[in-house]
């Protein structure tokens, strides 16, 4: 921690950077806080487009220029979006951060968003949609999160649909960057073998053009809508996923309990859906469980593929391994396996210079600080068999759990 330092430029600006003189390289990314989180309905997926488009040139660079400035010199580039951030990244060698971040910054302050390239990357956007409803192992999933929440923002598609994107024009894509690139909702972050006062100093360059603007306002807790929705398609196998509400980022006591009750349910080979799912049984390929934690609530999703045939019978066991944690909890070596592998991964984690970046941006976004890995592995530790038992029953009542399904049509 003590090689984290922070600077907050005169506009809002944050600018964090973690020096790791034993690596020959820097992993650095401009966040944004904005997301599909932040769209109105006619927006859909409009945050995902201006990703995308922020690629597609600038006044000194055109796209392929963009790419091999940081490609062409053993770097990589990338960016995602999800519903509350926008991420833009690469690594370097540590003699070319300086260049790395000249490109990421060229890229967010002076895209021309040009608009024949605009036409065409609608094209490219509208094939990616076709392309996640084409597989349903993954549009289940959006499908999922849309059918618990369909009141909230947090259920709106982080992609978008063909209509919104569609409808997107040049002057859409800047109203709304002028409304949510905001200096104060921009933090950069950098790991590796890097200078803070360097970057500090390219931050000033670069993004001081960038004026703050207000607060977002903060969402309200969303409603989860339990039932099932089975969308019948001509595929081979049943693709579903079975959830619940789950916990946000600020429900402390919850939050670390749930990454117990995940571990311990679906998070891994040696766990209990796994095992009784697929080992014992051989009813699926691929079965498991996740959490989604956002500001305003959270998620938690049950996974998998099974044939037709097989579907009844996957419900019913995935269903009694709900009951069994509700009414006899988990044991006491189970909690310690879970916590002894949440605590690796952490370490391992750590080992990367781009989950440390990532690390570092999402605690000061979330949180407005560092969180040392002490306290969150003593957060993890201090969770009792009996607390993740309470959690269960809490979350796992069938009255208030939705099923989504897309599999062949019932017969």
């Avoid at 409603?223 to 196998?237: D, R, S």
């Amino acid at each position: 921690m003590d090689s984290i330092k922070k600077t907050t430029l005169p506009n809002g600006v944050r600018v964090l950077t973690e020096h790791l003189p034993h690596v020959g390289s820097a992993a650095i990314g401009i966040w944004c806080t904005t997301g599909s989180s932040h769209e109105t309905k006619a927006e859909a997926g409009i945050t995902h487009f201006i990703e995308h488009m922020l690629f597609k040139g600038t006044a000194k660079r055109n796209s392929q220029q963009i790419a091999e400035e940081i490609e062409g010199r053993g770097g990589m580039l990338n960016a995602f979006t999800d519903k509350e951030r926008t991420c833009y990244y690469c690594r370097t060698l540590a003699e070319d951060a300086g260049n790395g971040f000249e490109v990421l910054s060229d890229m967010l302050a002076n895209s021309l968003l040009d608009p024949e390239e605009l036409e065409r990357e609608k094209g490219v956007v509208l094939e990616e949609i076709k392309r996640g409803e084409d597989e349903p192992g993954d549009h289940v999933h959006d499908l999922h999160l849309q059918g618990l929440w369909p009141d909230h923002k947090l259920g709106l598609s982080i992609i978008g649909t063909s209509e919104s994107v569609s409808s997107f024009n040049r002057d859409d894509l800047t109203a709304y960057i002028n409304r949510r690139y905001k200096a104060n909702n921009l933090v950069v972050s950098a790991t590796g073998k890097v200078d803070h006062d360097e970057f500090v100093q390219w931050s000033n360059d670069y993004l001081s053009g960038f004026e703050s603007g207000e607060k977002s306002p903060e969402l309200e807790r969303p409603t989860p809508q339990p039932g099932l929705n089975y969308v019948a398609k001509e595929v081979e196998q049943v693709h579903f996923c079975i959830g619940t509400s789950g916990a946000s980022y600020h429900d402390d006591q919850d939050f670390y309990r749930l990454i117990v009750l995940d571990g311990v349910l679906g998070g891994g080979m040696s766990s209990r859906l796994f095992q009784e799912v697929r080992e014992k049984r051989g009813l699926v390929y691929a079965v498991g469980s996740y959490m989604m934690s956002y500001n305003s609530g959270g998620a938690f999703t049950i996974y998998g593929g099974t044939s037709a045939e097989k579907w009844d019978e996957v419900q019913t066991v995935v269903r009694a391994e709900l009951d069994k944690m509700v009414y006899d909890g988990p044991t006491e070596s189970e909690i310690a396996k879970v916590k002894q592998q949440i605590a690796g991964n952490i370490v391992l984690g750590l080992e990367s210079t781009n989950a440390r970046m990532m690390r570092m941006a999402k605690n000061e976004i979330v949180y407005g600080r560092q969180i040392p890995v002490e306290e969150t592995v003593a957060k993890i530790n201090a969770v009792t068999a009996q607390q993740v038992q309470e959690l269960s029953h809490k979350l796992f009542a069938p009255s208030i759990m939705r099923t989504t399904v897309i599999g062949p049509a019932p017969k």
